[in-house]
């Protein structure tokens, strides 16, 4: 993901960089990457799937990555943090501060609200019924996304593993100091990996999805932390209350509330 330029390197530096090449190609022949196509990826994924949908309140922090490919084939990428608080089946409050927006979904079961704290103004819809409901009406109806939202799903397996043509069985690896299994999965548009954590608590650290369909194939990283289940909230923690000169309008009106800002034109499809 984090890309290093280096201009008009001298001979020394490009044999070093030539070496460094060949015995990385070499590591990636000789390692177990290809280990498992006896389903071993399914059955990890489903061990968290089954864990995340048993859990009632869950509170974590999040980093995301998204790249975007520039009509001239340059990739910029654009970072931002956040946090959430659910709790299962219908209650909902999600924060995502980047350098150009900070917006928060508070939802209660019945409203949706989401707040352009950068703008001072948000929106409210009606919405009754579930998390996964409210998720999909922003998702196909407004073309708002909440981060990692198919890993709050109560039934993440059967959404991430829909059309997956291929899956391995990386290895593990480490995140954040937590060693993870790692697996990868194929569809016809994407690859997408992720991180688990290892033992009695198979929550994802890591989530990666590579969208093959674009020039310059960009990434989405998503980055987990600090999850915590079954978290003490408070009786007001999914009300919303505008702060003091805030006004309300129409979702439509809400521009700019994307993590990548208002005036980046995309291309390299292909």
């Given at each position: 993901?984090?890309?290093i330029?280096i201009?008009?390197?001298?001979?020394?530096?490009?044999r070093?960089?030539?070496?460094?090449?060949?015995?990385?190609?070499m590591?990636?022949?000789?390692?177990?990457?290809?280990?498992?196509?006896?389903?071993?990826?399914?059955?990890?994924?489903?061990?968290m799937s089954?864990?995340?949908a048993?859990?009632?309140?869950?509170s974590?922090?999040?980093?995301t990555?998204?790249?975007?490919?520039?009509?001239?084939?340059?990739?910029?990428?654009?970072?931002?943090?956040?946090n959430?608080?659910?709790s299962?089946?219908?209650?909902?409050?999600?924060s995502?501060?980047?350098?150009?927006?900070?917006?928060?979904?508070?939802?209660?079961?019945?409203t949706?609200?989401?707040?352009?704290?950068?703008?001072?103004?948000?929106?409210?819809l009606s919405?009754?019924?579930?998390i996964?409901?409210?998720?999909?009406?922003?998702?196909h109806?407004?073309?708002?996304?909440?981060?990692?939202a198919d890993?709050?799903?109560p039934?993440?397996?059967?959404?991430?593993?829909?059309?997956?043509?291929?899956?391995?069985?990386?290895?593990?690896?480490?995140?954040?100091?937590?060693?993870?299994?790692?697996?990868?999965?194929?569809?016809q548009?994407?690859?997408?990996?992720?991180w688990?954590e290892?033992?009695?608590?198979?929550?994802p650290h890591?989530?990666?999805?590579?969208s093959?369909?674009?020039?310059?194939?960009?990434?989405?990283?998503?980055?987990?932390r600090?999850?915590?289940?079954?978290?003490?909230?408070?009786?007001?923690?999914?009300?919303?209350n505008p702060?003091?000169?805030?006004?309300?309008?129409?979702?439509?009106?809400?521009?700019?509330?994307?993590?990548?800002?208002?005036?980046?034109?995309t291309?390299g499809?292909?």
């Open positions: 993901m984090r890309l330029s201009s008009q390197p001298g001979q020394r530096l490009r070093g960089m030539a070496a460094v090449t060949v015995v990385l190609a590591l990636l022949i000789v390692s177990p990457a290809v280990r498992a196509e006896d389903g071993s990826a399914a059955t990890i994924l489903k061990a089954d864990y995340l048993s859990q009632k309140t869950i974590l922090s999040f980093d990555d998204i790249e975007v490919i520039t009509p001239d084939i340059q990739k910029i990428q654009f970072a931002s943090s956040g959430i608080l659910l299962r089946p219908d209650k909902l409050r999600a995502r501060t980047g350098g150009y927006a900070d917006v928060e979904l508070v939802f209660d079961g019945k949706a609200t989401v707040f352009g704290k950068h703008l001072n103004a948000f929106a409210q919405a009754p019924g579930s996964d409901q409210l998720v999909d009406l922003l998702r109806q407004y073309f708002v996304e909440l981060p990692g890993l709050l799903s039934h993440v397996y059967d959404d991430l593993i829909l059309d997956v043509l291929d899956a391995k069985h990386i290895g593990r690896g480490v995140i954040d100091g937590v060693e993870c299994e790692h697996l990868a999965f194929r569809n548009d994407t690859d997408w990996q992720i688990i290892i033992g009695a608590r198979p929550i890591k989530f990666v999805i590579t093959k369909a674009v020039t310059g194939a960009p990434q989405y990283t998503l980055r987990i600090d999850w915590k289940a079954d978290a003490q909230i408070g009786a007001d923690a999914f009300a919303f702060p003091a000169g805030a006004k309300q309008v129409e979702i439509t009106e809400l521009s700019g509330i994307d993590e990548v800002p208002p005036g980046i034109s291309g499809q292909q």
